[in-house]
């Protein structure tokens, strides 16, 4: 057994609390931040200890790499607060395993699992009072990796910042939402950095999105890129169809996201008997499905997205009306389950939770 390593985190506590200024009953996403953050560089070839210390803005060069040649990487997940007002973490470990799975790709040194799980569990334990309880929110956290090098030139850099910051957030769509088949655009390309959490994959969704937006879509949906043709993910999230009694989803491949939420839903169809595929989905058989009314459901899935209801699928200038979900919908079901799971109100057979 691998020995655990301790790091030593030097704690610098805030003076005074911002939680008062925030209304945990209206929290929209991604806008607040709870009072610290977790701090570490990497530099002469290893990582640092790490430190605790308000959040608020680091000073920084115009030169450092990750702007320039865009080193840059991030993770999303959540904590939560049980009934009895424990803290608990939704599978930390898988982010950490994917976080470095997108440093390699990016050629970025992985982090150590101890450093990421020390610091982030001593971040969280000191923001705990920011976990928000009320239902449908969390804690989201933030864990981000990014290259400091001063220096003009494309190299991998040799220094580099990895940071973890929260925010309580709401739902990320208050809405069911729409979705816009994207047959212009790309994501990913087999071979690029599809399956990774780089930023860069961000930035290349966000003009095709505001196109998307302005014709009063919320979201792209992902087809791949020879032929338009197979669906791949949505814009924050993968996406998974209700196709007569199956559950049908995209298979990760070099251009989808691995997301936790998921393989944590197909763990669990899985274990309700439910059908599950995972594989290449036209849009072609996505239609004719819809007009044979066998499309019964589709939807979102992610971390910052939860479960999220797909409402209508726009194509080629017409748009395709889902059902509305019921309380006996495949994904109204995954979406309680997981939520409580999450909040500890049943049990978690799949030892996904972990104590704070
Ligand atoms: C997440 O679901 O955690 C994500 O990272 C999506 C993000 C773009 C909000």
């Avoid at 020879?226 to 999230?237: A, C």
């Avoid at 993968?238 to 009694?245: D, Q």
């Avoid at 290449?280 to 459901?297: Q, V």
Wanted: charged share 20%.
């Amino acid at each position: 057994m691998l020995e655990t390593k301790i790091y030593n985190l030097e704690i610098q506590k805030v003076t005074k609390s911002r939680i008062h200024e925030i209304d945990f009953n209206h929290i929209p996403f991604g806008k607040y931040f709870s009072d610290h953050m977790f701090v570490v560089d990497y530099k002469n070839e290893e990582w640092q200890d790490g430190k605790i210390v308000p959040y608020g803005p680091m000073s920084m060069a115009p030169s450092i790499s990750a702007l320039h040649y865009g080193q840059a990487l991030f993770e999303g997940m959540k904590a939560y607060k049980d009934t009895k007002g424990n803290s608990w973490l939704f599978r930390p470990t898988d982010n950490h395993a994917r976080l470095n799975i997108s440093a390699e790709r990016l050629c970025m040194p992985a982090i150590p699992e101890d450093l990421f799980m020390q610091g982030l569990m001593e971040l969280i334990r000191l923001d705990s009072n920011w976990i928000p309880k009320q239902e449908n929110a969390a804690l989201y956290i933030r864990p981000v990796m990014f290259a400091i090098d001063e220096f003009v030139g494309v190299k991998p850099s040799q220094n580099y910042r990895f940071v973890i910051f929260t925010c309580p957030v709401g739902q990320y769509y208050s809405e069911p939402v729409s979705v816009l088949v994207e047959t212009k655009y790309v994501r990913a390309f087999e071979g690029g950095l599809g399956f990774t959490k780089a930023a860069a994959n961000y930035a290349a969704a966000l003009m095709p999105a505001k196109l998307g937006q302005s014709k009063g879509y919320h979201q792209m949906l992902w087809t791949d890129g020879f032929e338009h043709k197979y669906i791949e993910e949505s814009g924050t999230m993968n996406v998974m169809f209700v196709i007569g009694n199956k559950v049908v989803t995209p298979m990760t491949s070099g251009t989808i996201l691995s997301g936790i939420t998921r393989d944590s839903i197909i763990q669990l169809l899985k274990d309700w008997g439910i059908p599950v595929e995972e594989r290449r989905i036209s849009i072609d058989d996505l239609l004719t499905a819809h007009s044979k009314n066998e499309l019964k459901e589709a939807f979102g899935v992610g971390t910052a997205a939860t479960v999220a209801h797909i409402a209508k699928i726009g194509y080629m200038g017409k748009d395709f009306q889902l059902p509305v979900i019921t309380p006996s919908s495949i994904s109204h079901r995954i979406l309680k389950t997981l939520t409580d799971i999450r909040t500890g109100k049943c049990e978690d057979k799949f030892g996904w939770m972990v104590r704070v």
